[in-house]
């Protein structure tokens, strides 16, 4: 199995610009005296292409909208929110797994011992974890939005044909 920290790193890249930072809870640890009595060794490196990263945030920011399966969870505040829901095929784990411009989040609703989830909570119950621990951690932090890679070019497309937009077409997107 996975865990929420191995999944949060995993996802990481799609907001950092395709890069895949180390994990991590901590930078340093110091004593009374400001001395660092701990360090912890960080790696950063260039894992998917930016373009390719982007692509994938904007991807993931329509399962935070209209009829995503996390429509209406996002983080409010104009803060710019994507994520991915997750239901194993035997109903025994739910996930969630969420990104801001600030941080990474992957929540998980199960047992340790894979016993059936019997609830028709489904995989709102991660989401709402997901949400509330998002707005308390960036209470008061400026609401951002995921930067524009270079190189991506936005343009109408027709939902039914999946080709650009022409006039004739009944219903379009931005992709």
């Given amino acids: 199995g996975m865990s929420p920290y191995d999944l ?3 996802y990481m890249m799609y907001g950092s610009g395709g890069k895949y930072t180390t994990p991590h809870t901590y930078t340093t640890v110091e004593d009374y005296k400001g001395n660092v009595i701990l360090k912890k060794e960080i790696t950063t490196v260039q894992a998917i292409g930016e373009d390719t990263a982007y692509v994938m945030n904007r991807l993931l920011r ?8 996390a429509s209406g969870y996002s983080v409010g505040g104009g803060m710019d929110s994507i994520g991915k829901t997750g239901t194993t095929s035997d109903n025994r784990d739910y996930w969630f797994v969420g990104l801001t411009p600030y941080y990474v989040t992957a929540t998980w609703y199960g047992y340790d011992s894979g016993f059936a989830l019997n609830t028709s909570v489904g995989t709102s119950a991660p989401i709402r974890a997901w949400r509330w621990v998002m707005q308390r951690a ?7 939005g ?5 190189g991506v070019v936005q343009a109408n497309y027709c939902t ?16």
């Fill in 62 to 69: 329509g399962v935070m909208e209209g009829r995503g399966t």
């Fill in 146 to 150: 995921f930067p524009t890679a270079e």
């Fill in 160 to 175: 039914e044909t999946g080709l650009l937009a022409s006039p004739g077409c009944p219903s379009m997107k931005t992709g």
């Fill in 138 to 144: 960036q209470s008061g932090l400026e609401a951002k």
């Fill in 8 to 10: 949060a790193a995993a």
